[in-house]
């Protein structure tokens, strides 16, 4: 039964008769994991602690950036520096504490992805990685989640619903990763700040539609926004066998590495220490921007923004070992493939996780 506090908070719910006490027992039994803290999880986190989703996992291993105000609506400059999952908890409990939350300070992987994703009911991915999309997609088929989506790039977003009742899958919409050079990437490119709030409130709605079961979920329909034009549209698609998961219990860590990287040798942050240790150590190269740069970046690197790469070129060795990174292991992966393709480098490493790695592991880093 609800309390009277519970009752008095949550009134204008109890008022709908799609809801009532009935739906909101619903909501305040339910568990949601929501796999990102960032631009779409903020929003999502808000509303769904509003509206009293009982429990609400956490899923995040970043650390709140000053770049990230601008978007990231739970933050505010006393959070800077702190884990994004934790400082997210906190602002869930000021929002309602009635809301328990379960914080997991990693990155969704495929050795922890079903322990993450099996004991919630729904499943939000507000993730801004295709090796994310796609593994979080995979654990909840296979585990029988509905999976709601979200997607941002500049000034566009989508919201679908995968997964729902034997409904599409995300593999069914997109089968294939994209091109390195078709990945969005809103670390080099931008996005103004407002989009994830929108995004992230209409995958808020889906996540309530589904634990509540009304309306008409977003399941095999894909809602496209433009905020330039606030155009909106859908696509429609279908369940395509063909298209199937790949199976979480013979799959291979590679299956899930980043796409933006295929063809590109990583190093991890333990072999780049090693090998910064050695006796000809490599030559360091931070692909990301000066803000970033100026903010920390591995002792003795070279800076080349991935915006800059081919004018500056030329400062980049081709008979030395070098060891390219950037924020997460994207751009340099791109950074990589394009040394690679254009100028005919062969001698270039990616550091797996980027910086974020080279933070949480490197020994006195």
Not at 148 to 153: E, F, N
Not at 254 to 270: E, K, L, W
Not at 286 to 294: I, L, S, T
Request: proline fraction near 6%; glycine fraction near 10%; charge should be negative.
């Amino acid at each position: 039964m609800l309390t009277s506090e519970e009752r008095q908070i949550y009134r204008r719910h109890l008022q709908l008769p799609e809801i009532g006490e009935e739906g909101q027992l619903r909501l305040k039994n339910a568990r949601v994991l929501v796999v990102g803290a960032g631009g779409l999880g903020c929003p999502v986190l808000q509303y769904l602690a509003a509206a009293g989703v009982g429990t609400l996992g956490i899923v995040d291993a970043d650390k709140v950036e000053a770049s990230n105000l601008q978007r990231q609506i739970l933050y505010g400059p006393a959070d800077l520096g702190q884990l994004k999952a934790e400082a997210a908890s906190r602002a869930v409990r000021r929002i309602n504490p009635l809301v328990h939350t379960e914080v997991h300070t990693c990155r969704a992987t495929l050795g922890n992805v079903r322990a993450l994703v099996e004991n919630y009911d729904v499943v939000v991915d507000g993730s801004d990685n295709f090796p994310t999309r796609y593994l979080l997609n995979d654990a909840c088929v296979s585990l029988g989640k509905p999976l709601v989506s979200g997607a941002i790039y500049k000034f566009e977003g989508q919201v679908s619903v995968f997964n729902f009742r034997g409904g599409p899958t995300y593999r069914c919409l997109f089968p294939q990763p994209p091109a390195a050079d078709e990945a969005p990437n809103c670390d080099a490119t931008g996005v103004l700040g407002v989009l994830p709030g929108l995004v992230g409130t209409a995958q808020a709605t889906e996540a309530l539609k589904v634990v509540l079961g009304i309306g008409q979920v977003l399941s095999g329909r894909l809602w496209m926004l433009d905020v330039l034009t606030f155009q909106t549209r859908f696509l429609n698609f279908a369940r395509r066998p063909d298209h199937a998961p790949i199976n979480l219990d013979t799959a291979n860590p590679a299956d899930y590495a980043d796409y933006c990287g295929a063809g590109v040798n990583a190093v991890s942050v333990r072999e780049l220490q090693e090998m910064l240790a050695s006796e000809h150590p490599p030559f360091l190269l931070d692909v990301r921007e000066p803000d970033e740069y100026a903010a920390g970046h591995i002792f003795g690197a070279t800076l080349l923004p991935l915006s800059s790469l081919e004018k500056g070129v030329a400062a980049v060795p081709r008979h030395h070992p070098v060891v390219v990174y950037c924020r997460s292991g994207s751009r340099s992966a791109r950074a990589i493939e394009q040394l690679q393709t254009k100028f005919g480098f062969s001698n270039l490493l990616n550091l797996d996780g980027g910086i974020l790695a080279w933070e949480e592991q490197a020994v006195d880093a």
